[in-house]
């Protein structure tokens, strides 16, 4: 069983960054394919950001791209999500996911199977 911790959540204001950290366990994290969701209050979880097992490929949603940054270290078990220009619609509960496999097709919650129990995110205005 792959365990997965997220950080790096708390409240900033708009226009400022934070970087989110997920930590997932077992000796092949350097195979997973790890993504990024988030979650608004009586919504499904949303996709964020995907890195591919070597880094090499990235995928964002529109509603981020030029501000956010997924990136990994294998070293350290942890893949980031570094998010600037922070505004208030990006207040939601974040997910880190990972998976053994490489997506297939759009990137959806069913891609992932691992996830751990989010971090809440807060930009006030």
């Known amino acids: 069983q792959v365990q997965v911790e997220e950080s790096g959540g708390g409240l900033v204001q708009a226009g400022g960054s934070l970087r989110l950290s997920c930590t997932a366990s077992?000796?092949?994290?350097?195979?997973?394919?790890m993504g990024w969701f988030r979650q608004y209050p009586g919504k499904e979880r949303e996709f964020v950001a995907a890195?591919?097992?070597?880094?090499?490929?990235?995928d964002y949603a529109d509603s981020v791209k030029g501000r956010f940054a997924i990136s990994r270290d294998d070293a350290s078990h942890t893949a980031y999500l570094q998010m600037n220009s922070l505004k208030p619609e990006d207040t939601a509960v974040y997910f880190c996911?990972?998976?053994?496999?490489?997506?297939?097709?759009?990137?959806?919650?069913?891609?992932?199977?691992?996830w751990g129990q989010g971090t809440q995110v807060t930009v006030s205005s």
């Open positions: 890195i591919s097992w070597s880094g090499a490929s990235t």
């Open positions: 077992g000796r092949t994290f350097s195979r997973y394919a």
């Open positions: 996911a990972a998976d053994p496999l490489p997506p297939s097709g759009e990137i959806t919650e069913n891609t992932y199977r691992y």
